[in-house]
């Protein structure tokens, strides 16, 4: 899924957890409306998503199941509050627990692998509802880098910053280009500046991204990909229930289905 578990680099996670605040600057009032619920383009009081990923035949048959199954939590306010994923036995295996303050925003991220804290990120923001810096900490809760000369959009989502060490040098940048809240694609560059991510997103009426280009590098290994998606089976609140994946020569790759609580009105 594309929000904060789609990461490309721990400094998306900026741009993943929606705000909002109680200021009443342009921005801020824009972002009171811009929920992760909204971001991910959900209908209704979402409770829960549960995706489970299958590998797709040549016909566009689900194949095998992939190991993990990830559900994502929506507090009654719209904003994720946890991730799992668990395995087909419903073993825990990794968990991501977000925090917000009373008025949405973001403030802290602990992920927790088999019980164990692997990674924490930390917030600062301002009264304009506009982030200012961020902390991350390692498994043994010492920190490891920091972000700076961050900016965020008219709807409050971070899109471009920087990370650095803890020796003042710079570990990553990161520039996200939105559409309202619609994730168009973006660029991530490593230490020395090369490209790690370069993407292009393509959405419909309903910011659902529907054609992706894009190049990930890591080490000496650069894969580019243009996919195209195909949405079916929606529920009675128009989420939409399976989605699959297609590459360039239109060969089917990968179906995701989805399934949804609902809090009671």
């Known amino acids: ?38 971001q991910q383009h959900l209908k209704g009081k979402v409770e829960s998503l549960t995706e489970t990923s299958y590998a797709a035949d040549n016909t566009g ?19 994720i509050s946890k991730y799992q994923e668990k395995d087909s036995a419903g073993k825990l295996h990794m968990e991501q627990t977000i925090m917000h303050d009373a008025n949405g925003m973001f403030k802290e991220v602990v992920n927790t692998k088999d019980g164990k804290q692997i990674f924490k990120l930390e917030t600062t923001f301002d009264s304009n509802g506009h982030y200012t810096g961020g902390k991350t900490y ?16 008219e709807n409050g989502i971070v899109y471009a910053g920087e990370r650095y060490g803890m020796n003042d040098k710079i570990k990553e940048t990161f520039d996200m280009q939105y559409d309202k809240a619609n994730f168009l ?20 009426d309903n910011g659902e991204t529907m054609e992706e280009t894009k190049t990930t590098r890591e080490k000496d290994s650069t894969k ?13 609140k128009g989420n939409w229930m399976q989605r699959t ?14 399934t949804y609580t609902y809090y009671k009105d």
């Open 245 to 258: 994946t297609y590459n360039e020569k239109g060969k089917p790759t990968k179906i995701i289905t989805r």
């Open 1 to 38: 899924m594309k929000s904060l578990f789609l990461v490309l680099a721990a400094a998306v996670l900026f741009t993943a957890c929606n705000n909002t605040s109680n200021t009443t600057t342009a921005a801020a009032a824009q972002a009171r409306q811009n929920t992760d619920l909204i």
């Open 61 to 79: 048959k689900m194949g095998k199941m992939d190991s993990v199954i990830g559900t994502t939590t929506f507090d009654e306010k719209g904003y």
């Open 185 to 204: 694609g973006g660029k991530t560059t490593d230490s020395t500046g090369k490209p790690t991510y370069e993407g292009t997103v393509k959405v419909n």
């Open 224 to 236: 580019t990909e243009k996919l195209t998606y195909q949405y079916t089976n929606l529920d009675d």
């Open 138 to 153: 390692d498994s043994s809760g010492k920190q490891d880098s920091y972000y700076k000369n961050l900016k965020t959009n």
